[in-house]
């Protein structure tokens, strides 16, 4: 692409602000889902589409290159816009996590088709900013959707699916009309050992996500748990706005400097600030040095979105990249809460920044040689 396509862009970025959503509209409304589904597991309502993310990302990377961003995109937003005009009716609880369970395939072939899209009308000097705002987009639904739900109060959870749903199939023909075919049809469809075979042997195709699944293993972690162990909880709403301002900064940086360097320096500083804030957990000092490491996590998560691209000409393997990303970033989703959370128990609120300024030094370490590593056989 020579010029790029801002219009679509943004388009494809709002699609991508409804994937957020089908995240936070039921992670926000937890507490009303909780009465209508009584004595239910109602989180898993949350996890039940990040354990789909685990199972099937790479699989939904292998689907995109197989038979293209647009045909996912418009298959994925009718089957969530479907399944969640579905869940309004608040069916028995079985049936919602089931319903639940099929939204998370619409969502993975979302997150994996949306930023293959946005790199390939993209032109080369404005792909990093471009993959910069894409890598803000699960903050920016959240915070909207997060900001909209008290301004309609008494809204019921049904309500805010049915809505949801009605968003998503309003915007299929528009879609349609809209977006471009990119990408050949494949010769087949490899087995389930062969897709992730071809992720995970590839150094370009499998650093992007492992850096990022190292950041989402912290994000959420971190928001949740940390805020009230400082007694600082002003900060919740302020750490993921420093996050965004970091990934949003990301694209700007990555026009002259490449992404894993970036991501490597991103490392570092969180690491850094992450053991200063432990040092000073007793101090007025540490909620103020945590707020600017989130601005170097956001660094972090934007360079990592940028990296696919970067290091991967071909859509094709940008879309397996991609689909790399979200295996592992819902792995580090799954896994890291509990292991912080067991660090915030056994030794408060320095044990869980030094549990997390270690993560990040091993991630400084990994991403530095593999990065390294992936540009040298992009050359």
């Known amino acids: 692409m020579e010029r790029t396509s801002w219009p679509l862009i943004l388009l494809l970025y709002l699609a991508g602000l409804l994937s957020a959503m089908q995240f936070a509209k039921v992670s926000l409304t937890l507490g009303e889902a909780e009465l209508v589904w009584r004595d239910a597991p109602v989180a898993f309502l949350v996890s039940a589409v990040a354990v789909v993310g685990v199972a099937a990302g790479a699989l939904a990377g292998a689907f995109v290159a197989r038979f293209g961003a647009r045909p996912a995109i418009l298959w994925a ?157 002003w900060l919740t709403p302020l750490l993921p706005l420093s996050n965004l301002a970091g990934t949003f900064a990301s694209g700007f940086v990555a026009r002259t400097v490449r992404p894993g360097h970036i991501a490597t320096g991103a490392f570092l500083a969180s690491c850094i600030g992450f053991a200063g804030t432990a040092a000073l957990a007793d101090g007025p000092a540490a909620p103020w040095l945590l707020l600017v490491t989130f601005a170097a996590t956001g660094l972090l998560a934007g360079a990592n979105f940028a990296a696919v691209p970067a290091l991967n000409a071909d859509p094709a393997d940008q879309a397996r990249a991609n689909g790399g990303m979200a295996q592992m970033g819902n792995v580090g989703t799954f896994a890291g809460t509990p292991l912080l959370a067991a660090a915030l128990a056994s030794g408060g609120a320095g044990a869980v920044l030094l549990t997390a300024a270690a993560i990040c030094a091993v991630g400084a370490i990994a991403a530095g040689s593999l990065y390294a590593r992936a540009a040298r056989t992009a050359a």
């Not at 969640?84 to 939204?103: C, I, K, N, Y």
């Not at 471009?180 to 996500?209: C, Q």
């Open 77 to 233: 937003l009718g089957l969530s816009g479907a399944l969640s005009l579905l869940q309004a009716l608040l069916p028995p609880f079985p049936v919602m996590l089931a319903l639940r369970v099929g939204e998370g395939l619409g969502h993975l072939a979302l997150v994996v088709a949306l930023p293959t899209l946005m790199a390939a009308r993209s032109a080369p000097s404005d792909r990093p900013v471009v993959m910069g705002l894409w890598g803000t987009f699960f903050g920016v639904g959240f915070a909207i959707l997060g900001a909209v739900l008290p301004w309609a109060g008494g809204f019921g959870p049904g309500t805010v699916y049915a809505w949801h749903g009605v968003a998503c199939l309003i915007l299929l023909p528009v879609m349609w009309r809209t977006v471009p075919r990119i990408m050949t049809r494949g010769a087949s469809f490899p087995g389930v050992i062969a897709i992730h075979r071809a992720i995970y042997g590839n150094v370009r195709l499998v650093v992007p996500g492992l850096a990022h699944g190292i950041y989402t293993s912290l994000f959420i972690a971190l928001v949740a748990l940390v805020p009230g162990a400082l007694n600082a909880l």
